[in-house]
């Protein structure tokens, strides 16, 4: 729709505007607001629109174009280099032209997440399945060529690759699953103690093939969390696994739990290599890995922690990893009490 405005009212418009937006005339910006001030710079106003807006899609349409009605841009190049913006053009009357800067710099993060996600899952899936098909032609189109030992041994192959293709699927429906849930927040009464208890003895197998003794301390009269018994369980064996899998063979993984103001504090420590302080803050990220090779050759999918940070999240809890290099890592994780429980201090 094309209308005409005086400069009061024009001003009056775009001031009203959340968003950054200018009005150009010819070449030129005749006017801004407070946002494009912000984002653009003080003096824009009577500057070439080539120098405001450097991005030359835009540029095209608000120059050399002719615009009708409303069209809209995608651009990116100024208010910073990871900022993206959808640039809306509308005409006003008499040549001017409305542009609004509508920022899509979040939406845009989340994509990028979201094929960068794709794309490691595809991989993690990828190098298994190639394995695979490798070894099951090699088992069926030279099967009277191998003895019993070499078809054992490439079988054993297949399976423990089968196995880790199940096991990146099984946790990304997990992490799935999770997310779907992450506005409903749990509000059973759970003992923690009963699922450390049960975690512990899952893991027990493990502890004992890497030689490795699981130590546990619960604080007595441990009042009951407001949790998903599945989910918090799910933590617990994530971070006791962690612990087993990347500590030194034939040294103790340490369990705690206490309680800490209204909340219960849970912490599982192992004594092993430890993490250096650039990598500590990215082991929640999904697929991530210190070490590609030695986490894959243990068994890790690269999902563990980034389930139990949603995990954690969901249940209105944090979760926070200290490391310190030759000494080991501890994985601490705080969970409210559930509502009405009541907690005694002794003063």
Same mark, same amino acid.
């Given at each position: 729709?094309i ?11 775009? %001031? ?14 005749i ?23 450097? *991005?030359?899609?835009?540029? %095209?349409?608000? $120059?050399? #174009?002719?615009?009708? #009605? *409303? ?7 100024? @208010?910073g ?11 006003? #009357? ?17 994509e ?10 595809s991989?993690?899936?990828?190098? /298994?399945?190639?394995?695979?098909? @490798?070894?099951?032609e090699?088992?069926?189109?030279r ?12 079988l &054993?192959? $297949? ?14 429906? &997990?992490?799935?699953?999770? %997310? ?5 927040? /749990? ?29 546990? &301390? ?11 018994? &599945?989910?918090?369980?799910? $933590? ?12 030194? /063979?034939?040294t103790?993984v340490?369990?705690s ?16 290599e ?5 990598? $500590? ?19 890790g ?13 969901r *249940? ?5 990893? %200290?490391?310190?290099?030759?000494? @080991?890592?501890?994985? *601490?994780?705080?969970? /409210? ?11």
């Amino acid at each position: 729709m094309i209308f005409t405005l005086n400069r009061d009212k024009s001003r009056r418009l775009i %001031e009203g505007l959340t968003e950054a937006a200018i009005i150009v005339r010819g070449a030129s910006v005749i006017m801004s607001n407070r946002a494009a001030r912000n984002l653009l710079g003080v003096a824009i106003e009577n500057v070439d629109v080539r120098q405001v807006l450097p *991005h030359p899609a835009l540029i %095209e349409r608000l $120059v050399r #174009g002719k615009v009708t #009605g *409303h069209e809209e841009v995608e651009a990116a190049g100024f @208010g910073g280099a990871r900022r993206h913006w959808l640039v809306r053009i509308s005409t006003l #009357g008499e040549g001017d032209l409305l542009v609004r800067l509508i920022d899509r710099s979040e939406a845009r993060a989340a994509e990028q997440m979201r094929v960068d996600f794709v794309a490691n899952a595809s991989h993690e899936l990828r190098t /298994p399945l190639s394995t695979l098909i @490798g070894y099951t032609e090699t088992l069926r189109e030279r099967t009277s060529e191998l003895d019993g030992e070499t078809q054992e041994r490439f079988l &054993s192959i $297949v399976h423990d690759e089968a196995r880790r293709m199940q096991r990146v699927v099984e946790d990304l429906i &997990s992490l799935s699953r999770i %997310e779907a849930e992450k506005f409903t927040t /749990p509000t059973e009464a759970v003992e923690l103690e009963q699922l450390i208890e049960v975690s512990v003895e899952s893991a027990r197998r493990m502890a004992e093939e890497r030689r490795s003794e699981l130590v546990t &301390s619960i604080a007595p009269e441990l009042p009951p969390i407001a949790a998903d018994a &599945s989910q918090i369980l799910q $933590v617990l064996d994530n971070l006791i696994t962690n612990a087993l899998r990347y500590g030194e /063979p034939g040294t103790p993984v340490s369990v705690s739990a206490t309680l800490e103001d209204e909340m219960v504090h849970v912490s599982v420590t192992d004594q092993g290599e430890g993490i250096a302080p650039e990598h $500590v803050k990215r082991l929640t990220e999904r697929f991530y890995r210190v070490d590609t090779s030695r986490s894959r050759s243990l068994g890790g999918t690269g999902l563990g922690l980034s389930i139990v940070k949603h995990i954690v999240e969901r *249940h209105r809890g944090r979760l926070t990893i %200290e490391s310190k290099l030759n000494k @080991g890592t501890t994985a *601490h994780v705080l969970l /409210p009490i559930a509502a009405g429980t009541l907690v005694t201090r002794l003063s």
